[in-house]
């Protein structure tokens, strides 16, 4: 596998030579495709039953919302279960719902906001699908071809994305909403298959499974105290804001109905005019990648993209709003994989999902407050004045590359390494034993205080992100050069895995630390079962079960 690949570096198309990755991106652009038939279906349908701006607006929103709120317990999900099961529960879900919403369709029994709740309910399956889908690639390829498969990714989407929205809008014209319903479902069934004759080779963790909610908070901290993820979650949100008003389809029915005085047929052409501008844009990232930084790029494109909402808030002629509609999604589509490509690579595998799951949500969220709040400035003033404000934000956006500028994507010191010094144990705990509080003693040249410190701050960023609570280094005002780090965990358990999730990059973080040693010096760790006042009991007549101990056991 990984020879094919490396015959074919910098090819965009080599992962396809891999059979389970060539399968699912293969029967993922038939989904894609009904994915978007199902919101052109539903944006139409809308215009038909409503003539309020701000209802057909908030389709993009009924899809995208539940992207948002979903994506984290889906990503938490599939980093503890398996992947493959995960997608294929998640495609089910969204096959039960199309299929109920065309029996209403058929039925003549839709409403705006039963096309806004069904839109919302197959958003939920493709919420569970999505983290585990898009954490799996790195399953199916080598790390080498990791940034062509994401591009590819992207193609599989924008390749749908070109011609499903035309092929959308001639079955509404023929066949009516409820077809383009039915042909949603049926399209999610080839990718069930796909998924479910992947033999994924799993590697079964030693320990058992988070609880959800622990699962949760564990992915979300992690976000928080790693700088490079933190970034992109906060920049892609505010890039989708502005971008969802013509790529995202936001506006793009109105677009076609009142100033391109158009119909369904329409519609799909302007959307799959987007679509092959994605294509467009997904094929160039790796070209960008090599010769500029993701902020450079980044930043270009908003401009290019921000000229053209703007150009489009002038335009009543099909083909100068066609090739605005490319431009803007070639745009947003180079944006939004290469910070992507981030994410990918900066996330160590014990929580790429949730990683994942964090910038799907951001995503969607940008998407789905920047739909609702283009289309009430539609409502209230005019299209052209929604798409113009929308391109000037769009435009102002480079200026975040002072505030918070991207990083680079980097799969150094990513991967898990297996920790070889073994906690010794005297008490018989369990994994819900706890609180564990951990203290670390150091003894450091006061010389060196000020650099010892500084490289202790990377170690507290490690910790925090891994799982430990209330870290604290402090001073002996006895000894200056005694120094005691200290942190906690709910459990025991918490504690076993923190040790599972180190990366070469965490200990090189401790290293750093450690080299300002007094020499001859060792670290002494302490690992602690904290009992909290009147825990301990010494009386026989009420034993402990668990024969805790208030001591420390030394390591």
Known sequence: MSASISNTKGSVFAPLRITAFQRIWTTSILSNFGQLILGVGVAWEMTRLTDSSTMVALVQTALALPLMFISLPAGAIADMYDRRKVAMSGLGIAVFFAVILTLLAFYQLTTPWVLLVFCSLISVGAGFYYPAWSSSIGEQVPTSALPA???????????????????????????????????????????????????????????????????????????LHSSPIRIVLVRICIFTFGSVTATAGALAPLITKNMLQGDAGTFGILLGATGVGAVFGALMVSKLNDKFTTEQVVSGVSV??????????FSHWLTLTCLLMFIAGASTMIAISLMNIVVQLSAPRWVIARSLSLFTSFLTAGIAFGSWCWGTIADHWSIEIALIAAGIYVLTLPVFALILPLPNPNTVGSETVDLTNEPEIELPITMRSGPIVIDIEYRVDPDNARDYYDAMQQVRRVRLRNGGFNWSISRDIGDPAQWTERFHFPAWGDYLRMRDRSTQSDIDAQRIADQYLMPGAVKRIRRGLERPFGSVRWKVSTPDTQQDSSVYIGS
């Open 149 to 223: 498969a994401i591009a590819l990714n992207s193609i599989s989407y924008n390749v749908a994305r070109s011609f499903g929205p035309a092929v959308g809008g001639f079955i509404l014209v023929a066949a009516g909403a409820q077809a383009a319903f039915s042909v949603t479902a049926l399209a999610y069934l080839p990718l069930i298959l796909a998924f479910y004759l992947w033999k994924r080779g799993q590697v079964p963790s030693r320990l058992p499974p988070e609880r959800i909610t622990r699962a949760i908070v564990s992915g979300v901290r992690y976000a």
């Open 304 to 313: 290019v993209g921000g000229v053209a909402l703007i150009s489009m808030g």
